[in-house]
């Protein structure tokens, strides 16, 4: 019985430190959108570091990004072209920002 007792601690820390860790690595998410009226696939840049891409028609959510405001650039995938004005967004500590979108 304290056996089982220890284990069920165990795994209610760990998944106290698992959910937490936003708290720790300082972080949260991203939500981007790609509305291009041309089928142009994006890099989605935020503060200069490449997150991946994101597809015509895709909203997708990037997680671990640096909470706090931060530069996010929409560039032509491949190109390096600027496809929308730099924006200033706000990624809240362990939280999601608003959907951001880009129509180029």
């Known amino acids: 019985m304290k056996k089982l007792f220890l284990l069920i601690i165990f795994f209610i820390l760990l998944s106290l430190f698992i959910s937490c860790s936003c708290f720790f690595n300082d972080t949260g998410t991203l939500w ?5 009226q041309r089928g142009l696939t994006y890099s989605v840049l935020v503060d200069n570091i490449n997150y991946g891409t994101v597809a015509p028609g ?3 959510s990037f997680d671990d990004v640096p909470a706090g405001d931060r530069v996010l650039v929409f560039e032509v995938y491949g190109t ?5 004005q730099p924006a200033v967004v706000h990624i809240p500590l362990c939280g999601a920002s ?5 129509d180029y």
């Open 58 to 60: 895709q909203r997708k």
């Open 98 to 102: 608003n959907v951001i979108s880009c």
């Open 32 to 36: 981007v959108e790609n509305n291009s």
């Open 80 to 84: 390096g072209a600027i496809a929308c």
